[in-house]
């Protein structure tokens, strides 16, 4: 990967694991100079002592008040990643649990709005900004309904965001399964199931890997001419829109 954002800054938002911190790596590969930022020091104290090129900062971005601190003590940014890992919740939509959507909401999506609604006075002029969010805002299937209002809802905020901010650009990519630590939290032999089911339903027959998605993330920081628009990753499963 070139150096094409040789003396750049970058901030990653939820960059301790999974696609954050691969896009933080990918980010740094490409000339960045990028800090991390999460709300468990552990996770970006060891993801930082893996890959000494990043900072890191702890930061709840669903407390206002620490993302106001943050940009603040991080300004001025030429890039800024948004990749909260706030773990949704997955099920039938009539027997989801309020509460633990109400966690979800404040987890990612308020947590994206805080850092949206103060990114512009961080942002150099001509700067990007790049959500991930998921392919459940695009796509119909099964007990996905919660992730994909609040993805859904930030999908639909990137045109005017990308207007109100311009010159600086506002794009999000939408991953389909991609093999992260998102999906520990169901066992090993249900995992593997989860994967190879999803490997089939794709064209390309794999599941994505986070460097799939990092590969895009340094390309919408990098490429001056791209604004207002949400990138499918999902390995052609939008192709094949019946297989939910």
């Given at each position: 990967m070139t150096a094409r954002l040789q003396g750049?800054?970058?901030?990653?938002?939820?960059?301790?694991?999974?696609?954050?911190?691969?896009?933080?790596r990918a980010l740094a590969a490409a000339g960045a100079e990028v800090v991390i930022a999460g709300r468990t020091e552990a996770r970006l104290r060891a993801a930082a002592e893996a890959a000494p090129a990043l900072r890191w900062r702890v930061l709840d971005a669903s407390v206002e008040a620490q993302v106001v601190a943050?940009?603040?003590a991080e300004s001025p940014l030429d890039h800024l990643v948004l990749c909260a890992n706030a773990g949704g919740t997955i099920g039938p939509f009539a027997g989801l649990d309020t509460a633990a959507m109400r966690a979800y909401f404040d987890n990612k999506l308020w947590a994206y709005l805080h850092a949206l609604k103060h990114a512009g006075r961080a942002l150099r002029p001509g700067g990007s900004v790049t959500l991930v969010n998921g392919a459940a805002s695009q796509l119909a299937a099964p007990g996905m309904g919660a992730l994909a209002v609040v993805n859904g809802g930030l999908d639909a905020l990137v045109r005017p965001?990308?207007?109100?901010?311009?010159?600086?650009?506002?794009?999000?990519?939408?991953?389909?399964?991609?093999?992260?630590?998102?999906?520990?939290?169901?066992?090993?032999?249900?995992?593997?199931?989860?994967?190879?089911?999803?490997?089939?339903?794709?064209?390309?027959?794999?599941?994505?890997?986070?460097?799939?998605?990092?590969?895009?993330?340094?390309?919408?920081?990098?490429?001056?001419?791209?604004?207002?628009?949400?990138?499918?990753?999902?390995?052609?499963?939008?192709?094949?829109?019946?297989?939910g």
């Open positions: 750049q800054r970058a901030a990653v938002v939820g960059g301790g694991s999974g696609i954050g911190l691969a896009s933080a943050f940009f603040e965001l990308a207007l109100e901010l311009a010159p600086s650009r506002v794009n999000a990519v939408a991953p389909g399964v991609v093999e992260t630590p998102y999906w520990d939290k169901m066992d090993a032999a249900a995992r593997a199931s989860f994967y190879a089911a999803a490997a089939r339903g794709v064209p390309v027959r794999r599941t994505g890997r986070a460097e799939d998605v990092a590969d895009a993330v340094v390309f919408l920081a990098g490429n001056g001419f791209v604004t207002g628009t949400v990138l499918l990753i999902d390995g052609g499963r939008h192709l094949t829109p019946n297989l």
